[in-house]
Nanobody
């Protein structure tokens, strides 16, 4: 499993960012994919998940209505559109397969992309 996240950066509260994650080393189109994040001093948190064909999407309550997950199976890429960002969204964001079991079920991670939201 190879995962390369990109698109993070510094943004003011209320702003937007779009994260991308390029996947390789497995049959991307067969797997539910998810976004996760880890803020300093906090445990890893599942943020959003999308089924293999994109027909079923779920969000953590903390991001519902502000974040949108999508995927392009032709490009082996999953996206996270983040709008109306809050300071508490500051974290390193990762993508990975979503088995519905949270972060601890996964052992192969990319480098992540840092999102910093300033007040």
């Amino acid at each position: 499993v190879q995962l390369v996240e990109s698109g993070g950066g510094l943004v003011q509260a209320g702003g937007s960012l779009r994260l991308s994650c390029a996947a390789a080393g497995f049959t991307f189109s067969s797997y539910r994919m998810g976004w996760y994040r880890q803020a300093p001093g906090n445990e890893c948190e599942w943020v959003a998940g999308i089924t293999s064909a994109g027909g079923n999407i779920k969000y953590a309550d903390s991001v519902k209505g502000r974040f949108t997950i999508s995927r392009d199976n032709a490009k082996n890429t999953v996206y996270l559109q983040m709008d109306r960002l809050k300071t508490e969204d500051t974290a390193v964001y990762y993508c990975n397969i979503d088995y519905g079991l949270g972060c601890n079920a996964l052992d192969a991670w990319g480098q992540g992309t840092l999102v910093t939201v300033s007040s």
